[in-house]
């Protein structure tokens, strides 16, 4: 009995220190080393840290940072002041939160639908209209201040929606189970609730493979590619090859690719996909990686990695591919649609079409920089635990914006890429175009 007792006030300890990962008091000394280690690590690691910020500004900010640094606090509070950092790095670098506490946060947060209005932001809550007022103990304009920097240095055209910022912001937080919000109902009352994560089971969504709808009456096919990083390389292939030609047994004129979802895996398969639209023997040129060569990166055995050399040493490798093996070609019009979540290789697929591909139309929001940059490397800050991404490679590819990714040739917010567009949507869309 005494040995059962003993386990379960161990289990209750155990669950009790897990929710309080983010409550835990850190010292000065301690956060002022993880600074550093991330600073080093930055100027080591990335190709080219300075696209936002000159080496000389970048200094500026960690100073500024180790300055405000003066007394103890929780981890959830300096994780907070440290992601302040990611506002200057590409999408594909960044602070996350301990593995322990990810792998909490992967269930989602339950968000209702946002719609922007005259500045306010309005949902519905209990079938009626209500203003969200604050989330997390922030206002919503604070909650924009907090992105605004990011959003106009990295995408100077393009402000994220406010989903996007919230999700966001709530990761910034370090939310365990719940998130405090206030809100305005159609009376006037300002209440209290809670965005929660979904403790149901979720279940196993199409959100990793591929699907083709067909209208043979109409002529027109929607084809979701929900990934560049299959499971399988080869049941990925073989499903493209059926795709395409059942397109062409159903002489289908008009294609919809959407790849809302889809956020990236393998450069060779863009090209595979890219293909079936490129009607050319000769290989083609797609882009050039640039990146740094270190210890770090042959440790992790990268598929990148061309030579082993010292320490900010640089290697550059064009990318190319073969249109050839991929058959049959697709003549007909085609229309990418993207989402804000359609980045590094989708953004890439999106470009190489735009660009080639002379009956292609995007659909969709604005591609983003994080398109060009790549071969992540992880290094765990040694006192807090937190993990730091950072991109060892940096490319330009070929396409209208070599920087930026691809601009939609009909623009259209897409609040949630999860539920994505039905093939009639797609069609009033275009039709309205």
């Not at 220190?17 to 600074?35: A, P, R, T």
């Not at 990761?171 to 006037?188: A, L």
């Not at 969709?364 to 290094?379: M, S, T, W």
Request: proline residues 3%.
């Amino acid at each position: 009995m005494k040995n059962y007792l003993f386990l379960v006030i161990a289990v209750l300890f155990a669950i009790s220190s897990y929710s309080q990962e983010g409550k835990k008091v850190m010292k000065v000394k301690d956060m002022l080393k993880d600074i550093d280690v991330f600073y080093e690590n930055l100027m080591d690691i990335h190709p080219y840290p300075f696209v936002i910020l000159s080496q000389e500004e970048w200094k500026q900010k960690v100073d500024s940072l180790k300055n405000t640094i003066t007394e103890p606090m929780t981890k959830q509070e300096f994780f907070f002041k440290m992601t302040t950092f990611n506002t200057y790095l590409d999408l594909h670098s960044g602070l996350h939160a301990s593995k322990k506490t990810m792998k909490k946060m992967r269930k989602a947060m339950l968000f209702p639908k946002f719609e922007e209005q005259d500045n306010k932001i309005l949902f519905t809550k209990d079938d009626e209209k209500c203003t969200l007022l604050s989330v997390g103990g922030s206002d919503v304009e604070q909650i924009r201040n907090i992105f605004f920097e990011r959003s106009s240095r990295v995408e100077p055209m393009y402000m994220p929606t406010f989903l996007n910022m919230l999700r966001n912001f709530c990761s910034y937080k370090m939310v365990e189970d719940s998130i405090e919000y206030k809100y305005q109902n159609s009376k006037g009352e300002i209440l209290t609730a809670y965005f929660k994560r979904n403790t149901q089971k979720q279940k196993t969504k199409n959100n990793t493979g591929t699907s083709l709808e067909i209208d043979t009456v109409k002529s027109v096919a929607v084809m979701r590619v929900n990934t560049f990083m299959p499971s399988s390389r080869l049941d990925f292939q073989d499903s493209i090859y059926t795709y395409f030609k059942r397109l062409k047994e159903k002489e289908i004129t008009r294609l919809y690719i959407d790849i809302t979802q889809n956020s990236g895996g393998l450069v060779a398969l863009t090209g595979f996909l890219a293909g079936f639209f490129i009607d050319s023997k000769e290989e083609i040129y797609a882009g050039t990686w640039t990146s740094k060569a270190s210890d770090e990166r042959d440790m992790q055995r990268f598929d990148f990695l061309l030579r082993k050399g010292d320490k900010g040493d640089y290697t550059q490798r064009k990318y190319t591919f073969n249109p050839s093996i991929s058959t049959p070609k697709f003549k007909g019009d085609v229309y990418i649609v993207q989402s804000r979540n359609s980045y590094s290789a989708a953004a890439i697929f999106a470009s190489l079409i735009q660009h080639y591909y002379n009956k292609c139309k995007v659909i969709g929001e604005e591609g983003e920089i994080k398109a060009f940059y790549a071969d992540p490397l992880q290094v765990v800050l040694p006192k807090s635990k937190f993990v730091v991404t950072y991109s060892s490679m940096f490319g330009r590819f070929v396409g209208k914006e070599k920087n930026r990714g691809v601009v939609p040739d009909i623009p259209y917010n897409i609040y949630d890429p999860n539920t994505p567009l039905s093939m009639k949507e797609l069609e009033e869309l275009t039709n309205n175009n």
